[in-house]
């Protein structure tokens, strides 16, 4: 296929999508619309910044005649930033297909859906309420960056991806823990004891645990001694005394303590911008393939109920 015919069916992709259409760049996930369609070019408004840019049509013809050229798929990293929203147009095209997960881009024999369109619908809209919380946007990025990176083998991680893992595992912990705090208080309330309560995922029991502190140190030197038990013998010292005399003296602290250094990572700082941006890509994409997915998922459950129901309802010998 020509390029001349390649550009005349993508110039008729974009001209059939609805306005509100919106498409995202594969690498840095920035949402952008197709304002305008013209005979050598493509005009698309990205979404934040607001910001308007011509595509053209020579470029896109390079594009191609990369993808043609490549053995296999061609590598989008091999892109630089400023051409990053031209893969996701040219993916409008029936013929050219974006792996997000490999990061590559394709030109197939048979045609084949975008996978980054997604139009507006009031009704997956009105179905869908994503939840105000931070674990649930720390869970999606950490689910979305396992799809993507082979953690059987952290070994073989670069570091970069490594970091990328580590912040968000303790950003999910962190959240999840707040999280779980909260709703065992409520739980609290409702839950008695020697009466699990079950859920579909498991279940919960109400426990007890004593905590113990002691009381004033005289008291309880004084009660002890009543009962035969000398004063040296449950006196020791205590290392926050000690600290305190170090504090006013020459002594070193390696003079009275053990040493010994240990050295662990910790998370040092969040780069939430990046977040954002990556999440909110990624409840695009969510969206884009919400409703063929969806409407695929309930069909498998109704078949699957009516499969249960053919199995475990009542015939008698005569309807046999």
């Known amino acids: 296929m020509t390029f001349a015919s390649t550009w005349s069916d993508l110039l008729a992709e974009c001209e059939a999508l609805e306005d509100d259409a919106t498409l995202i760049t594969p690498l840095s996930e920035q949402r952008f619309r197709i304002t305008d369609v013209q005979e050598h070019r493509v005009i698309v408004e990205f979404v ?109 991680l670069e570091t970069t991806s490594l970091v990328n893992l580590y912040t968000l595992l303790s950003d999910v912990q962190r959240d999840a823990d707040d999280l779980r705090g909260d709703v065992a208080d409520v739980l609290l309330d409702r839950v008695h004891h020697d009466q699990p309560v079950h859920g579909q995922f498991g279940s919960v029991q109400r426990t007890g645990r004593t905590y113990r502190s002691l009381r004033d140190e005289d008291e309880v030197l004084e009660t002890l001694e009543d009962a035969g038990i000398p004063r040296e013998r449950v006196t020791s010292v205590d290392s926050a005394k000690v600290d305190e005399a170090l504090e006013v003296t020459e002594v070193a602290p390696s003079d009275v303590y053990d040493l010994e250094e240990r050295e662990y990572v910790r998370k040092a700082e969040v780069d939430e911008q990046e977040k954002e941006t990556r999440l909110q890509g ?32 009542f015939r008698s010998g005569a309807e046999v």
Do not use: C, M
């Not at 179905?127 to 689910?143: I, Q």
């Not at 998922?297 to 475990?312: A, C, G, S, V, Y």
């Open 282 to 313: 990624l409840k695009d994409r969510l969206a884009a393939t919400e409703g063929n997915e969806a409407e695929e998922l309930r069909e498998e459950i109704e078949e699957l109920e009516r499969r249960i129901n053919d199995l475990t309802s």
């Open 48 to 156: 934040d910044p607001e910001e308007s840019r011509p595509l053209q049509r020579e470029q896109f013809e390079t594009l191609v005649g990369r993808v043609r050229d490549s053995v296999t798929e061609f590598e989008l990293d091999r892109l630089p930033p400023e051409a990053d929203p031209y893969p996701a147009v040219l993916s409008l095209h029936p013929r050219f297909e974006i792996d997000t997960q490999a990061g590559t881009l394709s030109e197939t024999d048979d045609p084949t859906p975008s996978q980054l369109v997604r139009g507006s619908s009031s009704d997956s809209d009105e179905e869908r309420t994503e939840p105000d919380l931070a674990v649930y946007s720390d869970a999606l990025l950490l689910v979305d960056t396992l799809e993507r990176y082979d953690v059987s083998e952290l070994e073989a």
